[in-house]
């Protein structure tokens, strides 16, 4: 289930010279994180924790290392 999305250049490709890009977005889907928790505390935890792992993914990090960190 997708919970968040980064939309962008991971920041290992990124250029000094590259001609000029739309900054990058992370996209958060509340509606499905809504659907998977039931209290607040359960909310904050999973946008954390989405929010995290996108911003992994903007440094160049791929979803298998980052499946293994978050799996410790």
Known sequence: MVLGLHHG???SRQH???PYQLPDT???YAETIE???SNQEDKKRFVIETLLHELG???GV???ELRRVSQK
């Open 9 to 11: 250049i991971p920041h």
């Open 16 to 18: 000094l010279y590259q």
């Open 26 to 28: 992370v996209v958060i």
């Open 35 to 37: 659907t998977l928790t």
């Open 57 to 59: 993914h903007y440094f």
């Open 62 to 64: 791929s979803e298998e």
